[in-house]
C-alpha cells in the first residue's frame, strides 16, 4: 500500500469536489437570476395584454421561453456536476477503504486514538480538580454569607430588645448620612477660590468619623458584655446600604436592615448557583471519562483479537514449516544411514583400505563441509525479507502526517464514540427500568 500516492489522489479528489461544489453555487445563483427573468417578462406579458400591445406581448413570450431553455440547460448542467461529485465521492471511499481495510494500518490507527482519548481524559481529570478547588472556595463563601446573614439577624434582635442601642445605631447611621452631605457639597467647591470652607468641612468630617468610631466601640462593648453577637462587620456593612427616610428625614434603620440582608441572601444563591453549575459540570465530566475509558477498552480489545489471531496464524505458518524442515531432515537421516551401512560393508568387505580411498574420503568430508556452510548462509539471506516487512510496518509510525489517514482517524473515533455512546445510554435505560 503506497500512502504517499492514495493520499496524493484522495486530496485531489477532494479538491475537485470542492472546485465542482462551488461551480454549482454559481449555476444556482444563475438559476434564480433566470427564474426571476421569467416572472418579470410573464409581468410585462400581463400588462402589455392589459395595453392590447401585441408586440411587447411576444417579445415577452420570447424572453419567457428563451429563460425556459436556459433554466433547463442550468439544470443538465448542474445534474452532470452533481453526479461527477458522486463519482469523486465514491473514489474518495474506495480510498479509505483500501486504506481501512489493511490489518497493521487499522491496528496502527486504533492505538492512536486509544492514546488520544487518554491524554483527553487526563486534561478531564484537571479541569475537574480545578473545579473541586473552586467548589471548596465557593463553599467557603457560602458559609460566609450565612454567617454576615446571622450577625445582620443579631442586629435586629439587639434593636428590638434594647432600645438604647437603637437609638446609637440610629445616630451613627444620621451621622453617617451628614458626612455623605459634607462630602458631596465638597464636590461642588473651587479647589483655590474656597479652601478655607473645603477646610474647614474636612475637620468637621473627621470629627463626624471619630464620633462614628465611639458609638461602634459602644455599641460593639455592649453587645459583648450581653452576649448579644453584634460585629463591627454588620454595622458597616448596614450603614453602606443606608436607607433615607425623606418624610422623616433620617436613615430607616429597618429598611437599612433589610436591604442589607437582601443584598446578602441574593450573593448567597447567587453562589449556590455557581455551585450547582459545578456539580453539573464535574457530572458531565465524569460521564465522559466513562465513555472514553470504554471506547479505550473497545480499542484495545480489538487490537489485541487482531494480534492474538495474527499470532495464531503465524505460530500455524511456523509449524508447518517446522513439519515439513522435520520430514525432510528424517528422509536425509535416513539417507546418510543407509550410505554409512554401506560404507561399513565396504569397509568390511575390504581387508585394508587404499591410499587413494583416504583422499577421496578427504574430499568428500571437505565438500560436505562447505555445503552445510553454504546452506547456512542461504538460511540467513532468508531471515533478511522478515527486517524488511518490519521496517515497511514502521511507516505507519508516521501515517498521521497525511491528511487521508488524518480523516480516516476523526472518522473511526466518530464511529467508535457514537457507538459506546449507544451502548452505555442504552445500559442505562436497562438500568433504570
Do not use: C
Amino acid at each position: 500500500m503506497d500512502l504517499e500516492k492514495l493520499n496524493k489522489d484522495y486530496e485531489e479528489t477532494k479538491s475537485a469536489i470542492e472546485n465542482k461544489k462551488k461551480v454549482i453555487e454559481k449555476m444556482e445563483e444563475e438559476l434564480n437570476i433566470t427564474m426571476e427573468e421569467i416572472e418579470i417578462a410573464r409581468g410585462e406579458k400581463i400588462i402589455s395584454q392589459r395595453e392590447n400591445d401585441e408586440e411587447s406581448v411576444n417579445i415577452a413570450e420570447e424572453k419567457i421561453e428563451e429563460n425556459k431553455k436556459k433554466v433547463e440547460e442550468i439544470k443538465e448542467k448542474a445534474e452532470q456536476e452533481k453526479k461527477e461529485i458522486q463519482e469523486f465521492q465514491e473514489k474518495i471511499e474506495e480510498i479509505i477503504q483500501e486504506i481501512k481495510e489493511d490489518p497493521e494500518m487499522k491496528k496502527h490507527l486504533e492505538k492512536v486514538l486509544a492514546k488520544r482519548y487518554e491524554r483527553e481524559n487526563k486534561k478531564v481529570n484537571k479541569e475537574i480538580e480545578e473545579i473541586e478547588k473552586g467548589k471548596e472556595e465557593t463553599k467557603k463563601k457560602i458559609e460566609e454569607e450565612n454567617k454576615k446573614i446571622q450577625d445582620i439577624e443579631a442586629v435586629q434582635e439587639m434593636i428590638k430588645n434594647h432600645p438604647s442601642m437603637k437609638e446609637r445605631l440610629q445616630e451613627m447611621l444620621n451621622t453617617n448620612n451628614l458626612i455623605g452631605k459634607l462630602k458631596y457639597q465638597i464636590s461642588k467647591l473651587d479647589e483655590e477660590k474656597d479652601k478655607d470652607k473645603i477646610d474647614k468641612k474636612k475637620e468637621e468630617i473627621e470629627k463626624l468619623k471619630e464620633k462614628i468610631e465611639e458609638d461602634k466601640d459602644e455599641i460593639i462593648d455592649y453587645s459583648e458584655k450581653n452576649k448579644l453577637g453584634v460585629t463591627k462587620e454588620a454595622i458597616e456593612s448596614i450603614m453602606k446600604n443606608a436607607v433615607y427616610d425623606k418624610e422623616k428625614k433620617e436613615i430607616n434603620i429597618n429598611a437599612s436592615i433589610n436591604k442589607t440582608k437582601k443584598a446578602i441572601e441574593e450573593n448567597k444563591k447567587k453562589l449556590q448557583r455557581e455551585l450547582g453549575d459545578s456539580n453539573r459540570k464535574i457530572k458531565r465530566y465524569n460521564n465522559q471519562i466513562t465513555i472514553n475509558e470504554k471506547v479505550i477498552i473497545s480499542l484495545r480489545e480489538e487490537t489485541t483479537k487482531k494480534e492474538k489471531k495474527a499470532k495464531e496464524q503465524n505460530n500455524l505458518e511456523t509449524n508447518k514449516e517446522n513439519n515439513v524442515k522435520i520430514e525432510g531432515t528424517s528422509n536425509e537421516q535416513s539417507k546418510v544411514k543407509n550410505v554409512e551401512v554401506q560404507q561399513k560393508q565396504v569397509i568390511k568387505a575390504e581387508k585394508k583400505p587404499k591410499w587413494f580411498q583416504f583422499i577421496k574420503r578427504f574430499k568428500n568430508w571437505r565438500a560436505n563441509r562447505k555445503k552445510g556452510v553454504s546452506s547456512k548462509e542461504e538460511q540467513k539471506v532468508q531471515v533478511q525479507p522478515k527486517v524488511i516487512k518490519n521496517e515497511a510496518k514502521n511507516d505507519f509510525t508516521q501515517s498521521l502526517k497525511y491528511q487521508v489517514v488524518k480523516d480516516i482517524a476523526e472518522q473511526m473515533q466518530k464511529e467508535k464514540l457514537e457507538e459506546i455512546k449507544r451502548n452505555h445510554k442504552e445500559h442505562e435505560e436497562r438500568s433504570q427500568r
